[in-house]
Each structure stands twice: as C-alpha cells, then as structure tokens.
C-alpha cells in the first residue's frame, strides 16, 4: 500500500475552528431559543459593492457571446490588471511584471512553501494566521508536535506579546531564514512602524533571511505613518516577497482574488532569482486565476472601486469603535481586562486576566450567546486573549456589545 505523506501524520487534528463550532453547536442544542452572534471567523459579512459586481456581470454575459469569449489567458494575470495593482499599490516601488495574480493569499502561501521546499527554516509570529505552521508541516519542513503541545518541532516560534509590543525579538530566528510576517496581524490586529519594519528588512538582509510579507489587511491601515507595504522599506526588494487579498477589503472571500510581489532582485542562494522560480510555480502548479474575478478585480482599483473599497472597510472598522468602546468599560477596566486595538485591522484582542482562552470563550459564549475566536488556538503565545471580528452588521454587533454588559470578570 501507498505511505502516507509524513507531513500529514505530524499535522494534529484541524482544533481551532471545528472545536469552535462544536461548542457553538451544543449550546445551542441546549439552548434553542438563544439567538447566537458570530464573532468569531474572520469571514466578510457585507455584500459586493454593485460597481465591482456589475463588472463581473457583465463580463461573465460577454463570454457567452463570440467577441467577449475568452479561455485560459495568462497564468501570471491579465496584463492591465497587474499593470493597475503595480500602479495603486506599489508606485515607484514594484515592476507589474513582478505581480503575479492569484485566486487568494492563502492559496499562494500554499504555493510558497512548494518554493523553498522541506528543507528551508521557518518562522513564525505567535500567535499566527495558521496556514504558515500548518502548510510547513505538510511540505515537511517541519516535524512532529513537541510533547509539552507548543509547537511543531523545527519551527521557530516568535512571541508577540504586549510586552513587546506585538513585535518579535528577531534575535531568536537562524540565518537563512524564511519569515513569516503579517502587517496588520491576524489575529493580534497590530500593525507594525516604519521603524520596526526595517529593523526586520534588516535582519532579514544581514542574516540571509526571506521574508514572506502577508499584508491582507493592509487596506485597513488608517494611521498614514505606518507603511501599507514592505516595499515602503528601503532593500525589501532584496529580500522580502509580498502576498495580499482582495478578500477582506471587497469581500472577494467567495469570488476569490489574490495577488503575490515576487522582487527580481531576490535571490537564491547559487544566485538565481526566485522571480523565475515563482513564474514557473505559477505557470505549472497554477493556471491563472478567474477572468471574470479579475474584471472584478479592475473595477475594484478604478475610481469607483477604491472608493467602494474604502467605505467598505470603513463600516467595518466603525464596528472595531463600537466593540473598542464596549469592552472597554470601567468594570472591565477594574477587572483588569485589556483591549489591543490600533483602529488600523479588523481584529479586537482582548487579554483577561485569571482566564484561560477557552474559559473565556465559553463564558461569553454563555452569558451573552457570542461567539469569539480562543486566541490559544493561534499559537502559545495567545493564551490568555481571545480575538473579536469586525467583519458582522452593525445590528448584529452593536447587540453584542450591548450584552457584553452582562459580564462579570
Ligand atoms: C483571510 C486571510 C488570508 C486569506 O486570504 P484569501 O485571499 O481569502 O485566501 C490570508 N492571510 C491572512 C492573515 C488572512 O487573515
């Protein structure tokens, strides 16, 4: 018979998110009448904007005519559309033939690790999106879960905590690193300085490392210091290669956008550029991604689009004031509870003293019938937090943070 991959026998079960549900299942299995309010995975709740919809539409009835049909096109992306991603995002920084588009930043993490294969190091923020542990561990870059149950073996975990300000002490991580970053951070919602950026740019050049920047929620930024990408930091072209989403900003987490900046000027270590790799991973592993998401995804970066965009995350963000506010109460305040939250992501994390993740989680999940995210599940390092999402309607969030008054700690 077939062996299985070893990666997959290292990887423990999937517990996060299906433990999650689990427990929201059986309370209300228990309690049938509570009407639940999800606060708790990351996913867009407000619908498409009708100007980027409208595009996709009508680009989806030209292919049913002769002139407006088209099949495969580019792997890498329609032309005019990393020409505009070059243009909005990276002026005067990036190449459009160094923007590769994608069907989503998770997927091209994925693909990243297919990049630099089993036998790179890695390291990570903790707590971590999960996909760069997990992905790791599947390629095999990784081995078994230590058996105190922090963390795979092989993996340099680095705190981000508030002592440090959620920015990690780079002194832990190996030459010939690759890092695994993300401004704002899912799910600490911190968004790094132009200062500490480039103490991390140069770390990465000194000691050999890549950096693979995930900056999904770059839009979300609001406070004009803190940079939108890494290439804002002078030698990232040399080291660092950026992912980033059209999900979170547009609601693109069903239609399914995403693009990568792969630097020419990053190298291997026998000289070659990773640039060619990455085209080849593209063109071979990847088969370009939809043309109707990509109409979207143009009409996303006109005028229009960016503005949509913008009120977009602005609704969001307002619901970050609202909870902000809400936990942020004297009895709270007294009881020691502290929330993070720069108003630059999406995400709330809130430390409460005396508790573990999951005690809290269940507590809220009890007294007020709202879901959070147990920030344990993150990584060693979240235990204590839980996270809260923005992404909800105003309605539904504002009477969760109205039932947040019912919590004693
Ligand atoms: C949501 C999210 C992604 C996934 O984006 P997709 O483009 O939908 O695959 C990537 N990174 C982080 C940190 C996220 O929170």
Known sequence: M??????FANLTAGYLFPEVARRRREFAARHPDASIISLGIGNTTEPLT?????AMSDYALALSTPEGYSGYGDEQGMAALREKLAQVFYPN????DEVFVSDGAKCDIARVQV???KDVKI???DPAYPVYVDGSVVIGAAGKMKQDGTGYEGIVYMPCVPENNFFPDLSVVPPDSVIYFC???NPTGAASSKKELEHLVDYALKRGCVIIYDAAYSAFIRDPSLPKTIYEISGAENCAIEINSFSKPAGFTGVRLGWSVVPKK????DGSLVHSDWNRVMTTLFNGASNIAQAGALAALDETGLSEMKSLIDYY????????AALSAENFKKSGVKVYSTGNSPYLWVFFPGYKSWEIFDKILAECNVVVTPGSGFGPAGEGFVRFSAFGHHKDVNEACKRFSRLHF
Do not use: Y
């Open 2 to 7: 077939i062996n299985r991959n070893k990666g």
């Open 50 to 54: 009708p100007h980027i919809a409208k």
């Open 93 to 96: 920084m990036i190449s459009p």
């Open 115 to 117: 990049l630099f294969g």
């Open 123 to 125: 390291a990570v923020q």
């Open 183 to 185: 401004s704002p951070n």
């Open 266 to 269: 990053l190298k291997f270590a």
């Open 317 to 324: 963000l307002e619901n970050v004031k609202t909870m902000t």
